[in-house]
């Protein structure tokens, strides 16, 4: 079993940075990939980055450049650095986890993006 517990949302105006955080129960590098989703109420989920096992890391074509992902080790935990955020970025946003061949998911952080 893995559980993870998602940090860091809130309200921001345009343009700011935010942090997010996902705690995860077991050591990040035993999982095939951690990384994170977004949803809007009544829209499906949308693939925001991930970074695999290896350190590969993969992004959604419309956040490559503002949105990072990285990860501590010694935490076991990984961060979605967001940048020069957006309206449309207001959603909730998800931790996921590919391990064993199984997928997990936090309960999700709000981020709000509004003036």
């Known amino acids: 079993q893995v559980q993870l517990v998602e940090s860091g949302g809130g309200l921001v105006q345009p343009g700011e940075s935010l942090r997010l955080s996902c705690a995860a129960s077991?050591?990040?590098?035993?999982?095939?990939?951690i990384g994170w989703y977004r949803q809007v109420p009544g829209e499906q989920r949308e693939f925001v980055a991930r970074?695999?096992?290896?350190?590969?890391?993969n992004y959604g074509d419309a956040l490559r450049g503002r949105f990072t992902i990285s990860r501590d080790g010694a935490k076991n935990t990984v961060y979605l650095q967001m940048t020069s955020l957006k309206p449309e970025d207001t959603a909730i946003y998800y931790c996921?986890?590919?391990?064993?061949?199984?997928?997990?998911w936090g309960q999700g952080t709000q981020v709000t993006v509004s003036s």
């Open positions: 077991r050591n990040i590098f035993s999982f095939t990939s």
């Open positions: 970074i695999t096992g290896g350190g590969l890391t």
């Open positions: 996921n986890a590919l391990w064993l061949q199984q997928i997990y």
